[in-house]
């Protein structure tokens, strides 16, 4: 069954509220870990100084970093059993600066002196500083990565601003198709991408590189934007056939914690409905004040799930502060 005219004139946009608020009963629990931590263990840095130590831990961030980096571009993969296992080698890095440095290994300052469990004030800094993110992102919503309106797709990520593909330009949406060494293509269903001739990319698209080229520039985005299905080669990927070169463009559900389907279906229906239409002007990326509909976006939903995964590590930090202050024992 076809879409409606009215339906496909649609402003659609995509936000990654969704993907951020879900990620806010990790940051409880790094919250309830870091508390525990300074309430129940002993406080043990002892006379570091914190530029030094901060430092310390940057640079094995780095080699954490650049060590799975290595991996990934070696075996190609990209699982979450990886990240995990970088997370963990960053927090076993924390825990022995912080717990097995010697005593006289840093002299102690007046301004340089850690505070008790360096660790556990870590991990609480960080699980409030996501939760403060995610709540104001909430309540003031960011660009959208991604919109769909009558006229085209507009893209615009922290390394490719302000991207617009008019729909006459897109050859056809389907899965993505890659080609590895076996020589066999294969489909990725659940991937929606829009193609685009060679030209249009390299005419439109490519000089938007600007600052991302040059040796570091690989490196540079796996950083930023790889730990969610961004960066320049994981939205690119050309695609060769009979008909001469293309390339295809990658718009990931992943991005904003959606079923495929909620991609695939309103860009293929919108292109279906608008690809013969040749506007004189092309519009700037920006939202159009008309009907919209909005898929990403977080809400309480009341389910079971969501209830256990933000009450429960909310009920642990309370009943440590409880805990902390002798209110039982009154």
């Known amino acids: ?85 970088a997370a963990a080698l960053v927090i076993l890095a924390v825990m022995a600066l912080s717990w097995n440095a010697p005593a006289d290994f840093f002299r102690p300052g007046r301004w340089t002196k850690l505070p008790t ?19 104001y992102r909430h309540f003031r919503p960011a660009r959208p990565v991604l919109l769909l309106s009558p006229t085209g797709i507009a893209f615009h990520a922290a390394w490719l601003r302000d991207l617009f593909i008019p729909w006459h330009e897109v050859r056809c949406v389907e899965a993505l198709e890659t080609m590895p060494a076996s020589g066999i293509p294969y489909h990725y269903q659940d991937l929606t991408v829009v193609v685009i001739s060679q030209e249009f990319y390299e005419a439109h698209i490519l000089p938007k590189r600007g600052f991302m080229m040059g040796p570091g520039r690989e490196l540079a985005e796996w950083l930023v934007d790889r730990y969610h299905h961004g960066g320049w080669d994981q939205v690119f990927w050309p695609k060769e056939s009979s008909t001469g070169s293309s390339m ?22 919108r292109w279906k409905a608008f690809r013969n239409e040749r506007p004189s002007s092309l519009p700037a990326a920006r939202s159009i004040p008309q009907a919209r509909e909005i898929y990403g976006a977080w809400s309480i939903d009341g389910s079971l799930w969501q209830a256990i995964t933000f009450l429960v590590p909310l009920i642990g930090i309370i009943a440590i502060l409880v805990d902390s202050t002798g209110f039982w024992g009154r």
């Open 248 to 269: 295809q463009m990658v718009l990931h559900y992943e991005l904003f914690s959606i079923p495929p389907k909620q991609v695939r279906e309103p860009v293929e229906a």
């Open 117 to 135: 469990n360096l660790f556990g004030w870590m991990l609480i800094a960080g699980g409030i500083g996501w939760i403060t993110h995610a709540l």
């Open 1 to 85: 069954m076809e879409p409606a005219a009215a339906e496909t004139s649609r402003i659609v946009e995509y936000s990654r509220d969704r993907w951020t608020m879900a990620r806010v009963p990790l940051a409880l629990l790094f919250c309830l870990t870091g508390l525990a931590f300074v309430v129940y263990i002993e406080p043990t840095p002892r006379g570091a100084g914190v530029p030094t130590v901060f430092g310390l831990l940057m640079a094995a961030a780095a080699v954490v970093a650049l060590g799975f980096y290595a991996f990934e571009r070696m075996f190609e993969g990209r699982t979450m059993a990886t990240r995990l296992l």
